[in-house]
């Protein structure tokens, strides 16, 4: 390929994709632009979003949602509230609806019509996009970037890193793009799994995997909380799952004592807890012992409580309700997770996204160590960058 384009994006995920539909807007023509995929096809990873619904975004927006460079991350707030990314998604035809917890959706709820929606956009401005091409490295020589494939070499005057985390093989996000920003001495931080399940101490909880149940649950490092959240927790062979669960991995990572300790029935106080107690064990006469919770929460998580009570006291049974603890022993892995918990150093990336370290490198989304909880927050994360980027490429 002869051609330099004014911009090559590598990674056809939401940042690359966003990041694409700006700059063809903003010039008018997207010829000169060029996004490279090393999958089959772009948007992958959209489509899985939010259980194939798309969890755009959430109206509870600040920076206490997102981990990382805590002052890179307020950076990142500011430009968001300038972009107004609902009218931004509006504007590409895509309306969004907002629930009572927050969570922002396309009105369809289909993140398959998402993806639809952009790469129609991407079409009508002849943007270019070579799938199956996989950038293994990558150049800088007299203003011109030459990113190499064993299908060939595409020239550049900028590059756009878009390549996602270490999270979600099967979406062509392997890692690979920390190698192509190592090129330009780029640093990267830890990397673990995020928002995804964890492994625990199992006796506690035999014979449970399948069931659900509504909770609040904190993590712990020893007997220092790190975060609290309500939602579902959901009991596996390995450990527990959940929306409750993915948000608190994103918490246990690199900790040396870690726990997750439960609370059932988080809508009722402790006192409250107790008297229902009471005066079931008082009503219910035929049903005492491991069957004291019956009628509270499922017949077999209770059993598996009324374990770990000390005593058959309604204060020490509503006490374990509240606090059935779990050690934690891990997370899975990768393939498992939904993002990735670090990446590039953001100390080497100025507020625009470009990189300090080789002028006209820029970098969005996952491949960043920011890494949001779950409900939207990172693929937030992924437009925003996206827009970002894109108009300040246009500014020069």
């Known amino acids: 390929?002869?051609?330099?384009?004014?911009?090559?994006?590598?990674?056809?995920?939401?940042?690359?994709?966003?990041?694409?539909?700006?700059?063809?807007?903003?010039?008018?023509?997207?010829?000169?632009?060029?996004?490279?995929?090393?999958?089959?096809?772009?948007?992958?990873?959209?489509?899985?979003?939010?259980?194939?619904?798309?969890?755009?975004?959430?109206?509870?927006?600040?920076?206490?949602?997102?981990?990382?460079?805590?002052?890179?991350?307020?950076?990142?707030?500011?430009?968001?509230?300038?972009?107004?990314?609902?009218?931004?998604?509006?504007?590409l035809g895509i309306p969004i609806i907002t629930e009572e917890n927050g969570k922002k959706y396309p009105v369809s709820k289909q993140a398959s019509a998402v993806l639809d929606t952009i790469r129609a956009r991407l079409s009508s401005y002849n943007v270019c996009t070579l799938t199956n091409f996989m950038v293994n490295d990558i150049t800088f020589k007299n203003g011109i970037f030459t990113l190499t494939s064993e299908n060939g070499k595409v020239q550049a005057e900028r590059v756009v890193l878009a390549t996602g985390g270490k999270a979600g093989?099967?979406?062509?996000?392997?890692?690979?793009?920390?190698?192509?920003?190592?090129?330009?001495?780029?640093?990267?931080?830890?990397l673990y799994p995020s928002l995804v399940q964890v492994k625990t101490e199992l006796d506690k909880i035999r014979g449970l995997k399948g069931l659900k149940e509504r909770v609040t649950a904190t993590a712990y490092d020893g007997e220092e909380k790190l975060a609290t959240c309500t939602g579902d927790l959901l009991f596996t062979e390995f450990g527990v799952s959940g929306s409750a669960i993915f948000t608190l991995s994103a918490y246990l990572s690199g900790v040396k004592e870690p726990k997750i300790v439960v609370e059932f029935m988080p809508e009722f106080s402790i006192e409250e807890t107790q008297k229902l107690i009471a005066d079931r064990k008082k009503n219910a006469v035929t049903e005492s012992g491991e069957k004291v919770f019956n009628c509270l929460i499922n017949k077999r998580i209770g059993q598996a409580v009324y374990k770990t009570a000390k005593t058959d006291k309604a204060s020490d049974l509503a006490y374990a309700l509240k606090n059935f603890t779990l050690t934690v022993k891990g997370t899975l892995d990768f393939s498992n997770a939904q993002v990735t918990k670090g990446g590039i150093d953001t100390s080497d990336i100025t507020s625009s996204f470009e990189s300090k370290i080789q002028k006209g490198l820029y970098l969005t989304g996952e491949i960043l160590n920011v890494d949001g909880d779950c409900g939207g927050y990172n693929l937030m994360f992924a437009f925003t960058t996206g827009v970002v980027v894109a108009r300040n490429i246009i500014k020069g």
Request: glycine residues 14%.
């Open 169 to 190: 093989k099967q979406f062509g996000t392997d890692g690979f793009g920390y190698a192509l920003a190592k090129k330009f001495n780029h640093r990267v931080t830890p």
């Open 1 to 91: 390929m002869n051609k330099t384009y004014k911009v090559a994006i590598v990674g056809g995920g939401a940042s690359g994709l966003i990041c694409a539909c700006e700059l063809s807007s903003l010039l008018g023509d997207g010829s000169n632009i060029f996004i490279l995929e090393r999958t089959d096809r772009v948007g992958k990873k959209i489509i899985a979003t939010g259980n194939g619904q798309c969890n755009l975004g959430n109206a509870n927006f600040s920076s206490e949602f997102y981990h990382g460079d805590k002052e890179f991350i307020e950076q990142f707030i500011r430009l968001a509230k300038d972009i107004d990314l609902d009218g931004y998604l509006y504007s």
